[in-house]
């Protein structure tokens, strides 16, 4: 063969090559797109009472007007599985320890984690227990659910992406999601306890109350009532772990400026008296992970009952049939998450003569043994086994044995009672309806189209002596519930915080309630407010005031003396901007915003860093920041009365406040930058992307959001972190929907390709409220019976 003849052979390769690739691209773009919901049309269906229709807005937002309740359930399955699919396969997955399976060895760990609590066989009981009529709405989701995924022209495309095929839905699984969301709100329960056992462990109860305090001076409770005051006695010296022994061992490898608590969530909500129209007015953000797609899926829901018209309206979780949060024309409702003590962590004798046998305070017992094989994707099964006892599975931890005690794993912890609110007509009904939910105990807030406000607990609450750590022995009844209703000042307020200073809140208990600052802040902006409208309430979600941070600024710049600063031109920098570059927002151009919250960081590594490498060692890789969230406090008190016997030898308490804060310039110009670059928003940028992003480079740009400077932070209403923040916004007036208002991130569908990926995006990023119901019909998709 002549080298013409090679030349000629090698462009015919070239492009047989080329023409390859090209087939394979199309392949797999014609696959995917072939995974797209069906907007239009006719589908068969049956079990339909009638016709079903379903149109979407240009945003993807669905109006489902239904026969009944049942066949709306079945509607809103199959937009579930047609747009979410896979979102709600990683909730079940990860409730029932099952992740490894579909995505790999990498999950095995956290598979062990979650299959310790056995959830799928508890999810298996609790389906025989369930209401009937709730058990007929299950069946008929589980039946759209599977209908919309068989309709589907392919399989969705992250099992394309994952050379894998999607298991149909299952009854139990809708169970499992509950589940997931009492891993995703109470699980840091656990590591909370193992942290504060240790902390016993190495300190005095005289120590453990200066540095755990029940309270502290930016509580905001509901019931305005004293708290027990939280000055407890300094003793003459700190527990031997506390601080550091000189400045030069402050490490920055938790990065202190990239800190966040990962606590949010706020509600509010105005009584008729204090608004324009006379309408109750409820506000509600959810603060979550943030990824794509988002968590909550947008819905309204019409239907006849009794010979009139019902329409529901709010957020549905893919996974399951009933409204989350939302309206029923009557009463609104919406949640925050309550942080009451949920938990407990019941040591365990041990025979070592007998492995399964235990000792509690009740005697010996012969745990059960359960084997939980777990399958793992393109591995051999990995054997696990579970010992439980009467108070839950065991857990060993640095030799000792315990017994994880979680309400979660109560007979009656899950069930589908919230649909009742879908149906109550004022806040005293509603708040009935609400303690007999199967859910993770939430704050919720409700308002009636009366005018009337209320707070309640919605979900199960273990029942405890008021006021008392005993192990729980029991689910507390739905008449003893907290309640605060038709306050006098016709505000409700609720954040992650402590929600009543009285005795009443023995009933709950701090499971790491949030400090306080943020609810105060929302309290003050409340009562400001006396004639507002669903657009005043609106803005307290973005209030980025930095009211909590202004005091560490304050701190720094009492430290920063000219003294201080003389001969060290960093801390020179450091004190002008504090004073020039503050705005008294975290907005993304606050140079010094960023600096007096990296100082109060680095004063927390400075003071607790050291025991945070032993708390490390423990299940969960606890920190003192999860074991009390009232630590600024403790350092604030510590700052002020500046105790000689708490401070390491060598150290003076100017010079900790010195070290934090040249610990916070080498982290702030670590890299060249200039501390006049420091901006907030340099740090705080969305990251928020698909859960395969990661994993597929070429293809993780398209299923990212844009990398989007964020204002907020944590002790604010705009909490605000990379891949953490405003799940949704909802502002409500039971009667008047039509003026209600909302967005959320990213958008109603998980897919890429979809026009509804990131529509609702560029509104939540700029704060922009959007209508809550749906618009202009765009699509419509009918079910007719067959």
């Known amino acids: 063969m002549n080298k013409k003849t090679w030349r000629r052979a090698g462009r015919y390769g070239l492009w047989g090559v080329l023409g390859l690739l090209g087939l394979t691209a199309l392949a797999v773009w014609w696959g995917l797109r072939s995974s797209l919901a069906q907007l239009e049309g006719e589908v068969p269906a049956t079990g339909l009472t009638a016709r079903l229709v379903v149109s979407r807005d240009a945003d993807g937002v669905p109006l489902i007007a239904a026969g009944d309740r049942n066949d709306g359930a079945y509607a809103l399955g199959y ?8 979102q709600m396969d990683l909730l079940r997955r990860a409730a029932a320890g099952e992740l490894a399976a579909l995505l790999g060895a990498n999950l095995l760990e956290m598979d062990k984690g979650n299959r310790l609590f056995r959830f799928r066989a508890r999810a298996q009981a609790a389906l025989k227990r369930l209401d009937p009529s709730d058990y007929a709405m299950l069946t008929r989701y589980v039946a759209g659910v599977n209908d919309g995924l068989g309709r589907l022209g392919a399989r969705p495309f992250e099992y394309l992406l994952l050379r894998a095929q999607p298991e149909a839905w299952r009854a139990e699984d809708t169970l499992l999601v509950t589940y997931a969301m009492y891993q995703t709100l109470q699980n840091k329960q656990e590591q909370r306890k193992h942290a504060r056992n240790w902390l016993q ?25 004293a708290i027990p005051p939280s000055d407890a006695p300094l003793p003459a010296s700190a527990p031997a772990w506390f601080g550091f022994a000189a400045p030069a061992e402050s490490s920055l490898a938790a990065a202190p400026d990239s800190r966040h608590t990962s606590v949010g969530s706020n509600s509010w909500a105005l009584a008729g008296s204090r608004t324009k129209h006379g309408g109750a007015i409820l506000a509600n953000d959810m603060h979550l992970a943030l990824r794509l797609p988002n968590t909550w899926y947008r819905a309204t829901l019409r239907y006849p009952v009794a010979g009139t018209s019902r329409q529901l309206t709010g957020l549905t979780l893919p996974g399951a049939p009933n409204f ?12 925050t998450n309550s942080y009451g003590d949920y938990l407990d962590l019941v040591e365990l004798g041990h025979d070592p003569a007998q492995p399964g046998r235990f000792r509690s305070g009740e005697g010996w017992e012969v745990a059960t043994t359960y084997q939980e094989p777990i399958a793992v994707k393109g591995q051999p099964t990995v054997p696990f086994s579970v010992q439980e006892t009467r108070f839950g599975p065991v ?41 007999r939910a199967g859910i993770p105990a939430q704050n919720i807030s409700l308002v009636d189209a009366g005018g009337q406000i209320g707070w309640t607990i919605a979900g199960a609450i273990p029942q405890r002596a008021a006021g008392k750590s005993a192990i729980w022995s029991g689910l507390l009844p739905a008449a003893e519930y907290p309640q605060w209703q038709k306050p006098a000042s016709g505000t409700i307020w609720t954040a992650n915080n402590r929600q009543l200073g009285g005795e009443a809140y023995g009933r709950l208990n701090d499971g790491g309630a949030d400090l306080g600052a943020r609810a105060r802040q929302i309290r003050d902006h409340l009562q400001s407010l006396t004639q507002a409208d669903e657009q005043a309430a609106y803005q307290i979600f973005l209030d980025d005031r930095a009211d909590f941070a202004a005091i560490w600024r304050e701190q720094a ?7 201080a600063v003389s001969q060290h031109p960093q801390r020179a920098e450091f004190r002008r901007l504090l004073q020039t570059g503050w705005t008294g927002k975290a907005d993304v151009g606050a140079t010094g915003y960023r600096l007096a919250r990296a100082y109060m960081h680095c004063l927390y590594e400075q003071l607790f860093g050291k025991v945070d490498e032993e708390l490390a060692r423990l299940p969960g890789r606890p920190d003192f920041n999860r074991a009390s969230l009232r630590w600024p406090a403790v350092i604030l008190r510590l ?5 000689a016997g708490w401070l390491p030898a060598g150290r003076t308490w100017d010079g900790v406040e010195l070290a934090a804060i040249d610990d916070a310039i080498r982290q702030l110009t670590d890299g060249g930058q200039s501390l006049r670059d420091a901006a907030w928003g340099k740090l705080n940028t969305a990251a928020i992307a698909h859960p395969l992003a990661s994993a597929l480079p070429g293809l993780g740009r398209w299923l990212a959001a844009p990398a989007t400077p964020l204002s907020g932070d944590d002790h604010m209403p705009l909490v605000s972190a990379p891949d953490f923040g405003q799940s949704e916004r909802l502002v409500v007036s039971p009667g008047r929907e039509d003026q209600a208002l909302f967005n959320m991130p990213g958008g109603q569908s998980g897919h890429p390709l979809s026009p509804f990926f990131l529509a609702d995006h560029r509104a939540w990023v700029e704060g922009r409220p959007r209508p809550l119901l749906p618009q202009q019909e765009r699509y419509r998709l009918t079910f007719v019976p067959k």
Do not use: C
């Not at 937009?79 to 896979?86: C, K, S």
């Not at 806040?427 to 303690?435: L, M, N, P, V």
């Not at 700052?639 to 105790?643: A, C, D, Q, T």
């Open 79 to 86: 937009l579930h599985a047609q747009e979410r699919y896979f």
């Open 201 to 225: 462990l190495h300190a005095t109860p005289e120590q453990l109350a200066v540095l755990l305090p029940q309270s502290s001076q930016f509580d905001a409770p509901l019931d305005m009532q």
């Open 324 to 335: 989350v949060v939302g309206s029923n024309g009557k009463v609104a409702w919406g949640f």
């Open 395 to 435: 857990r060993t931890v640095n030799g000792r044995h315990y017994a994880v005690h979680w309400v979660a794993l109560h007979p009656d912890a899950v069930n589908l009672r919230l649909t009742a609110m879908e149906s109550v007509q004022d806040i005293s009904e509603a708040a009935g309806a609400a303690a």
């Open 557 to 563: 710049l009492r430290a920063l003396t000219d003294a």
């Open 639 to 643: 700052l002020k009365e500046r105790p």
